[in-house]
């Protein structure tokens, strides 16, 4: 599953990558309606958006396409529900939240001088994005993270 999703769902497109779902957002250069347009029909992406006017184009040309509601966490939840998407976090499938690249864990040796002394030394686990270079870990965001997507898990039935 693919997913193309417009700027001004970030937030949501940052989640569903963290979750290991590819989410494109970036396009290149020209019109970014036109090109999502485009891009939905070659890849067979879904389209996520909070634009009328891409809603309805794509509506128009029978291009799979989801209006997703402003509160980041109850969409998160209305789109794992319908496209069947685990809210779980799993590390080995989890992807650069800025960039869509899949992560790659490393040894804590890997991340010295990249990531505070605290973390190499805490054992916690360390993930390189190859593409731009940032380092994530399991620190306390990663706990937030968690009881995020406990309050997306029971906003999915309504």
């Given at each position: 599953m693919e997913f193309i999703a417009d700027e001004m769902l970030g937030?949501?497109?940052?989640?569903l990558r963290i979750l290991g779902v590819s989410v494109i957002t970036d396009l290149g250069m020209g019109n970014f309606d036109d090109l999502a347009?485009?891009?939905?029909?070659?890849r067979n992406c879904v389209i996520l958006t909070r634009d009328e006017n891409l809603f309805k184009r794509a509506v128009k040309r029978n291009i799979r396409v989801e209006f997703v509601p402003e509160d980041p966490i109850r969409?998160?939840?209305?789109?794992?529900a319908?496209?069947?998407?685990?809210?779980?976090?799993?590390?080995?499938?989890t992807r650069c939240p800025t960039c869509n690249t899949p992560l790659r864990r490393v040894r804590p040796e890997e991340a010295i001088g990249k990531v505070p002394d605290a973390v190499v030394r805490s054992?916690?686990?360390?993930l390189v994005c190859n593409k731009c270079n940032k380092y994530y870990w399991t620190g306390t965001h990663y706990e937030n993270m968690?009881?995020?997507?406990?309050?997306?898990?029971?906003?999915?039935?309504?």
């Open positions: 937030k949501l497109a940052r989640w347009l485009k891009a939905a029909e070659e969409a998160l939840a209305e789109i794992s319908k496209y069947g998407i685990q809210l779980e976090i799993n590390l080995d499938k054992g916690k686990q360390i968690l009881s995020e997507l406990e309050i997306a898990r029971s906003l999915r039935g309504r």
